[in-house]
C-alpha cells in the first residue's frame, strides 16, 4: 500500500507463494536469486535454502542499490557482513542485531 515493489524469489516454494499471493502489481516473482538481487534496494532473507548459503558478497554488494541486508534465518556472521562492507540486521539475535558496514 505504501509502494514498496518485492522481487521474490525462492527455489522450492514459488508455486505456493504465487497461489497464495495471486498477481500483483506489488509483488514479482523472478526465476534466480540474482535476478530478485539486481537493482534492489535491500535483500530480505526469509528463507535458508542451501543456495543462500554462500553467496558471493562482491556480486551481492554490486547487485544491490544499497548493501543491506535483513537477515530472517541468521545465515551470516555479522562481523563478516561487516568486514565485506554491507549493512547487516540479523533478525532474532537478541533483537534486531546490526552490523553497519564499513
Do not use: C
Not at 497464495?20 to 514479482?28: F, K
Not at 557482513?81 to 554491507?86: C, D, F
Amino acid at each position: 500500500r505504501r509502494g514498496a515493489h518485492v522481487r521474490a524469489y525462492d527455489p522450492v516454494a514459488m508455486p505456493a507463494a504465487r497461489a497464495l499471493l495471486g498477481d500483483s502489481a506489488n509483488v514479482e516473482f523472478v526465476d534466480s536469486a540474482t535476478e530478485a538481487l539486481n537493482g534492489a534496494e535491500a535483500l530480505i532473507i526469509a528463507t535458508e535454502w542451501k543456495e543462500f548459503r554462500t553467496p558471493d558478497f562482491e556480486a551481492l554488494k554490486g547487485a544491490l542499490k544499497l548493501p543491506l541486508v535483513f537477515d530472517g534465518r541468521n545465515l551470516y556472521d555479522p562481523q563478516l557482513m561487516r568486514e565485506e562492507g554491507i549493512e547487516y540486521y540479523g533478525i532474532g539475535r537478541g533483537g534486531l542485531a546490526g552490523a553497519k558496514g564499513a
